[in-house]
């Protein structure tokens, strides 16, 4: 099964890379800051459409559409565009997100890093691979010579002094810190060694069903702020290469948690 999703994430990855740059039509969901495109939903449309015809049983959860449930213990969870702003302002950063579960649990997950080209890959229990090499976490231990990455939930305006008060917090203690626009992305680059831990709340299913499985497979953790397992429905996700994972845990909890 994971050939045919690295296929269909090409596939609408080639819908973006299209529409990229191009003028499109943009609408707003929640506020102004929660971007959708026509081409969130073609690339969508084209992977539930590959689901339906070819796993027609199985059920699906997709950032735009919303949940089509089937008589199956498979859930496909999609977004379709990981990065809608960075695309509609034409930064290149931004990507296709595919986990797939089984009874509860991610066993195959694909994040295409659409502009450069890169097929983020992962199946229980196998390993994680970037373009069919494998892939796994730093190997740093010392949280002042990590490079975290993070992002604002898209209702950051309402109450940014809450927000900031953590990322201040890890700006003291690290060697820098990042905020690329693409959760999946963000993941992504913590499973190849890239960046050494992420944190963000507000998220949904979509933004880390994938990226929590290459993130394991790549050895390192994913958790909540307490360091207990992580829920994909949940809102609030920690993740590391393990080795920073009690220190970044210890920091979360100096600063109250706001959601």
């Not at 999703?5 to 506020?31: C, H, M, P, S, V």
């Not at 050895?219 to 590391?240: E, H, Q, W, Y």
Request: with cysteine.
């Amino acid at each position: 099964m994971i050939d045919k999703i690295i296929t269909i994430a090409k596939e609408a990855g080639e819908i973006l890379r299209n529409g990229f740059r191009q003028d499109f039509q943009i609408e707003y969901k929640t506020n102004s800051s929660n971007l959708v495109t026509e081409y969130d939903k073609k690339s969508e449309k084209l992977i539930i459409d590959f689901v339906n015809k070819e796993f027609p049983t199985h059920s699906i959860l997709a950032e735009e559409s919303g949940r089509q449930d089937n008589s199956n213990e498979y859930l496909w969870i999609i977004d379709p565009l990981d990065g809608t702003t960075n695309f509609a302002h034409g930064l290149p950063i931004f990507s296709v997100s595919i986990g797939v579960m089984k009874s509860r649990e991610i066993i195959y997950g694909v994040v295409y890093d659409v502009m450069r080209d890169l097929i983020y890959s992962a199946e229980k229990r196998s390993g994680a691979f970037c373009n069919g090499k494998k892939i796994h976490v730093s190997s740093n231990d010392n949280l002042s010579k990590s490079v975290l990455v993070t992002g604002f939930p898209y209702n950051i305006a309402e109450n940014p002094d809450k927000a900031f008060e953590r990322f201040i917090a890890f700006l003291k203690e690290a060697r820098a810190i990042r905020r690329l626009g693409s959760a999946a992305i963000d993941m992504c680059y913590v499973a190849e060694g890239v960046f050494d831990g992420f944190w963000e709340v507000a998220l949904n299913p979509w933004d880390v069903a994938a990226g929590k499985l290459l993130i394991e497979e790549a050895g390192g953790f994913v958790t909540d702020f307490n360091g207990f397992p992580m829920n994909i429905f949940d809102k609030r996700l920690l993740a590391s290469n393990g080795k920073i994972h009690q220190h970044m845990i210890k920091m979360m909890n100096k600063v109250e948690f706001f959601e």
